[in-house]
């Protein structure tokens, strides 16, 4: 029934194969699993003041398979050590895999809530979904719970899909333990389910609490209801949406909501909305609550396309934004990567006072951190050029009337498509920016590029090289004013003061 999956197999097989991994595309401070698939990050946590990492893993090859959990922990979310799995589909009521989940600390125990997932090859219709837990006293090691599953379709209310039934995320109210769970109706629109408990392990309905809107798409998948300060917010990822100005069909799209909850009757109202991240490879986000305030992180890839480390058999597939936390200035929501990476740059140079007009070389050498503050009274349209010896290039450019970025990776050898193979997935564009201000900051990876505008608007994408860029050019047909330009380097095994 269960095919033979075990954690000790899954252990056994990546200790034994981590070492033929091809790590050309590997990422250098991005992480990543050490062999195998990796999509959604679970049970993102806080347990014993480090902080934890699961997510959807299949160690057995660089496709998506039947869904363990793979772990890892860290005390700054930057530098990760990996762990034993901690969960495989082992069971009856996980055998076609343990989907994605959340994690808690209780009582100095962490316990963690999951979707099993039994697929009908036969019927989809017959597919069924359900929640679980597995509890651990060190962290490290996960027993489920003896009377798993918590929640099956018999707890899910009327007129809601018992096919589709996902994705449990954990929190904390009023001394209660509340999850919402990712859903969609009978005829195909998405929604939230919440649900409530005294123990975490057992649960009862509660609402409807996010009923559907436009902007659910035909599923929810990751539900994540957080509050940043005094404001009350949703991060989902939802399937299927189109929207209605530009006619644009998104197969996934990961949203941030802002609103308020009717505690009384527990429903959520939506006041605004806005994609999480403006690239194209986000989805799944989950947040940490830390006493700093809330911190996410996101797959950085996406369904519905190609899979070049896949395609040419190195391995590995998939790796994960680096956190960022979640703030309200009380105007708008901002996401900056966490302080703790300033721990690992190295080779810093700074510069200032520049003036550009036609062109200039920023590096002719690799580096890994870019930023640049801007004049707001000298702006003019630019983009910067990446490029290695072999002609590749990534394009970053800004448009000054727009107020946006976008981001093209068109001349590279190796082309993502989508599903279809009609069409190269090649770029991706920025909602325009609040203020009049334009400081910008850029993490590059060996294979992938995040943006941050402002604090306020991202943009991550991936891309594949032959080999690492070796020259960035600055490039602007009128004059623009940088006030600080800053390049650096990250490097993991920097030692840091203690």
């Given amino acids: 029934m269960t095919k033979g999956f075990t954690i000790e197999k899954a252990n056994n097989f990546i200790e034994s194969n981590t070492e033929k991994l091809n790590k050309k595309y590997y990422p250098a401070y991005h992480f990543a699993a050490p062999i195998g698939w990796i999509n959604d990050p679970n049970g993102f946590s806080m347990y014993k003041d480090e902080y934890h990492l699961f997510y959807q893993y299949y160690p057995y ?24 799995v901690a969960l495989a589909p082992d069971e009856k009521y996980d055998q076609g895999g343990c989907f994605s989940g959340s994690a808690i600390e209780k009582d100095g125990k962490l316990y963690v809530m999951y979707t099993g997932h039994l697929p009908d090859e036969t019927d989809e219709n017959l597919t069924r979904q359900n929640q679980n837990i597995a509890i651990s006293n060190d962290g490290i090691t996960f027993e489920k719970y003896k009377n798993n599953p918590v929640l099956t379709e018999k707890d899910i209310p009327e007129g809601s899909s018992i096919v589709d039934y ?19 109706t009978n005829d195909n629109k998405g929604q939230v389910l919440l649900y409530k408990s ?70 959520f109202k939506m006041n605004t909305i806005q994609e999480m991240d403006n690239g194209v490879d986000f989805y799944a986000p989950q947040t940490v609550v830390t006493k700093d305030g809330p911190v996410v992180i996101s797959w950085m890839q996406a369904w519905g396309k190609s899979f070049p480390t896949d395609e040419q058999t190195h391995g590995w597939a998939g790796q994960m934004t680096l956190p960022r936390k979640l703030e309200n200035d009380g105007q708008r929501l901002k996401q900056k990567v966490i302080d703790s990476i300033e721990s690992y740059k190295c080779n810093q140079m700074n510069e200032y006072d520049i003036s550009i007009n036609n062109q200039t070389i920023i590096s002719q050498k690799p580096i890994q951190y870019l930023s640049m503050e ?18 590749e290039e990534i394009v970053l450019s800004y448009n000054h009337l727009e107020k946006s970025f976008y981001f093209s990776r068109e001349f590279t050898r190796v082309q993502i498509t989508n599903e279809q193979s009609k069409e190269t997935v090649v770029s991706s564009k920025t909602i325009p920016y609040f203020g ?37 050019v600055l490039e602007s047909l009128e004059e623009i004013k940088i006030e600080k330009l800053s390049t650096a380097n990250i490097d993991l095994n920097l030692e840091k003061d203690s």
């Fill in 436 to 472: 009049e201000k334009l400081n910008i900051e850029l993490f590059i990876d060996t294979s992938s590029m995040e943006l941050f505008i402002n604090d306020e608007v991202t943009m991550t994408n991936t891309f594949y090289l032959d080999e690492e860029f070796t020259e960035i």
């Fill in 61 to 84: 090859e660089s496709q998506w398979g039947p869904m363990h959990w793979g772990h890892a922990k860290s005390k700054d979310a930057i530098k990760w050590e990996h762990l034993d």
């Fill in 198 to 267: 005294e123990d975490l392990l057992e649960w009862e309905y509660v609402s409807v609490f996010f009923p559907y809107n436009k902007f659910l798409g035909t599923m929810v998948e990751c539900p994540d209801f957080i509050q940043v300060g005094e404001k009350e917010y949703f991060v989902l990822s939802a399937m299927n949406y189109e929207d209605e100005k530009t006619g644009k069909f998104y197969n996934h799209i990961s949203w941030l909501i802002e609103g308020e909850v009717d505690w009384n009757d527990f429903v």
């Fill in 166 to 184: 996902r994705d449990p995320k954990i929190f904390e109210k009023d001394d209660l333990y509340y999850c919402v769970i990712g859903s969609k």
């Fill in 374 to 391: 801007l004049e707001k009274n000298q702006l003019n349209d630019f983009k910067i050029t990446f490029s290695n010896k072999t002609n």
